[in-house]
């Protein structure tokens, strides 16, 4: 695998640590180059909350990101956050999708990974789904495209999960020597892992049987053939 220069897109903050945490902490243990990518803002976790309305919600939102990226060893500068709608990451048949194409290939150009990390193409999630497709857009001009590498985060839910094509592999990562710090890193996400936004009767959080799934010693990764 080519690991001097890496990207972790994420269509949420908090999917990179879930999904790629380990990775994220074994590849900058090497000191590899790991950017991060995050895509939407987040603000659909909690829509109904008086406390924190989508202004206050995106800002904890990152906060959260990078603390929890720091935990990684991924400095702040590292970071990108897009902004896009939570929910509503544009699709071909949505509009608004080439000028997230110019934003995803603008950050791709300036760092010029030899892999990235993206949302698994058939994860039940559509943000997800989106986010590969818009991602697949933004490297189709390239002259040489990087290693693709996808990883699964609600695809762990069997009443959800498809059957995988006969094209993709499979693979599990090691991420033992690393495993307790991805843990940190998914708990500095408090807004999705407790009572901290506590106003939003309808607010999503992370069931600790969801998170058993991210906790292990390690990761699961798909790649096309």
């Not at 999917?15 to 991060?36: K, N, P, Q």
């Not at 999705?192 to 607010?203: A, R, V, W, Y």
Request: charged share 20%; hydrophobic share 40%; net charge negative.
């Amino acid at each position: 695998m080519a690991l001097s220069s890496v990207l972790i897109v994420a269509p949420h903050p908090d999917d990179e640590t879930l999904g790629c945490g380990g990775a994220i902490a074994l590849l900058r243990s090497l000191r590899c180059d790991v950017r991060v990518m995050v895509l939407s803002n987040g603000t659909m976790s909690h829509p109904r909350s008086r406390k924190y309305p989508a202004s206050a919600l995106q800002a904890l939102r990152e906060s959260e990101s990078l603390e929890a990226l720091s935990i990684l060893g991924v400095a702040a500068d590292a970071v990108t956050f897009v902004r896009l709608q939570d929910g509503a990451i544009p699709t071909w048949k949505t509009g608004g999708i080439r000028s997230a194409i110019l934003a995803c290939r603008a950050c791709i150009a300036e760092i010029s990974p030899q892999t990235i990390f993206l949302p698994w193409r058939n994860d039940p999630h559509p943000d997800h789904r989106a986010s590969w497709n818009l991602i697949q857009a933004a490297l189709a001009d390239l002259p040489q495209a990087p290693r693709c590498i996808e990883y699964p985060i609600w695809d762990w839910d069997p009443d959800q999960r498809r059957d995988l094509p006969t094209d993709i592999t499979s693979w599990r990562l090691d991420i033992g020597t690393v495993v307790e710090l991805k843990q940190q890193a998914i708990a500095a996400y408090r807004s999705q892992t407790t009572d901290l936004i506590d106003d939003d009767p309808t607010g999503f959080r992370l069931s600790s049987e969801l998170l058993m799934n991210f906790t292990r010693s390690w990761e699961v990764y798909l790649e096309a053939e």
